[in-house]
């Protein structure tokens, strides 16, 4: 009975300080609960998109064309497809990556706008627009080019626009990536030829495959 008291009058004499802890731990409780809400649904709508949209699983660059992508195809079990990159210099801080459209990997989704439909058009990645002051409607010179800017596009392969494997921090103001139509690459010299490869079995048997895709080009090649 006496420890009861003793326990009470602590109580008392430093309510405001318990009242303080217990708030603190309701509101760690609660923002625990929300980022991990948040996070979770994050995690589905990325995947959706990148579902939806045919992310690449890996890519790489040859120095000659595959003569018959088909074959490769068949072979690795794959999608292969293959698109244009160039780094076009705005200025001396600024970047903006040139990338042609593409039609089964890596497919733009237009989230502001319109999509390409004739030469001289671009989709610019939301943020770089923003940060440089191109909305839709303004032009832009790239690589020698002037383009109108139809709309704003995400990318499966560029969520997280990073102009360096090595970079950790998107930067808008410095680097981003624009869409354009493949035909706009016809007269841009050193444009890079990049291919795309995403492997029909989406399961963890497909791991040894995947690791094995390098020695299945180099016998095709």
Request: charged share 20%; net charge neutral.
């Amino acid at each position: 009975m006496a420890l009861n008291k003793r326990v009470f009058r602590i109580l008392k004499e430093n309510l405001l300080r318990y009242l303080g802890v217990l708030l603190l731990i309701i509101l760690g409780s609660y923002s625990f609960i929300v980022a991990a809400g948040i996070s979770q649904n994050l995690a589905v709508l990325v995947t959706t998109f990148t579902e939806e949209h045919m992310q690449e699983d890996l890519s790489f660059s040859t120095d000659k064309a595959i003569s018959d992508s088909a074959k490769l195809e068949k072979a690795s079990d794959a999608i292969i497809e293959e698109y244009m990159s160039f780094d076009a210099t705005l200025s001396d801080s600024l970047t903006l990556r040139l990338l042609s459209k593409t039609e089964k990997l890596n497919i733009p989704a237009v989230i502001e706008g319109q999509a390409l439909s004739g030469p001289g058009e671009i989709l610019l990645d939301p943020a770089f627009a923003k940060a440089n002051g191109y909305p839709v409607g303004s032009s832009i010179s790239a690589a020698g080019k002037n383009f109108t800017v139809v709309g704003f596009v995400s990318l499966p392969h560029y969520i997280y626009p990073l102009k360096n494997v090595y970079d950790i921090m998107v930067l808008p103001d410095n680097f981003g990536v624009g869409v354009i139509n493949r035909e706009e690459f016809a007269d841009i010299d050193n444009a890079a030829s990049i291919y795309s490869v995403r492997f029909n079995d989406r399961t963890r048997a497909s791991i040894n495959r995947r690791r094995n895709f390098g020695s299945v080009y180099t016998q095709k090649a």
